[in-house]
T-cell receptor, first 112, second 113 residues
């Protein structure tokens, strides 16, 4: 089955700096890669997703890149703010199987 | 628009008992997913229901089961509860099958004494 690895497990940055979280996957058939943000005590919320037919997607300060050959994808947050502090999860799934494999999470701390 | 709702918020059981958790998806969503999130750990995929049928399941024993009703709501049943079943159980729903974004509920905190 699919195996998703996520790094780093914790990340501390200064407000205004950029943050990068990386995930690798094992199954080349995976073709959908969402990212979720989970604030303490709250539900995970989708922040951005990418499908395998594109290499990059941006939404304001958030971007995701996908390298299908190397089987890795990354979340980039620019101009970080304290409210970006949360646990971020990456996931991978195969079309029509809808079995999502999640990474172990990255706890991002943005210091004011 | 109401989001995904789960009940109860908290559930306390003892070893060997059975637990039932409930989930109501966003109106119009036909797919429902269940995840287990143990303390400090990531999300483990449990089950996926679509149009009333179980479509896929994760690496969990058969004592984890569930069903989806005609109104697309779902329940998760856990039999013969064990201490390691203590976790946050999250339900998510999506519009249709085929890798659509999932929307999560607030979860049910299950504690096994």
């Amino acid at each position: 089955g699919e195996n998703v690895e996520q790094h780093p497990s914790t990340l501390s940055v200064q407000e205004g700096d950029s943050a990068v979280i990386k995930c690798t996957y094992s199954d080349s058939a995976s073709n959908y890669f969402p990212w979720y943000k989970q604030e303490l005590g709250k539900r995970p919320q989708l922040i951005i997703d990418i499908r395998s037919n594109v290499g990059e997607k941006k939404d304001q300060r958030i971007a995701v890149t996908l390298n299908k050959t190397a089987k890795h994808f990354s979340l980039h947050i620019t101009e970080t703010q304290p409210e970006d502090s949360a646990v971020y999860f990456c996931a991978a799934s195969i079309y029509n199987f809808n079995k999502f494999y999640f990474g172990s999470g990255t706890k991002l701390n943005v210091k004011p | 628009e109401a989001g995904v709702t789960q009940s109860p918020t908290h559930l306390i059981k003892t070893r060997g008992q059975q637990a039932t958790l409930r989930c109501s998806p966003i109106s119009g969503h036909t797919s429902v997913y269940w995840y287990q999130q143990a303390l400090g750990l990531g999300l483990q995929f449990l089950l996926w229901y679509d149009e009333g049928e179980e479509r896929n399941r994760g690496n969990f024993p058969p004592r984890f089961s569930g069903r989806q009703f005609p109104n697309y709501s779902s329940e998760l049943n856990v039999n013969a509860l064990e201490l390691e079943d203590s976790a946050l159980y999250l339900c998510a729903s999506s519009l249709v099958r085929g890798n659509q974004p999932q929307h999560f509920g607030d979860g049910t905190r299950l504690s096994i004494l």
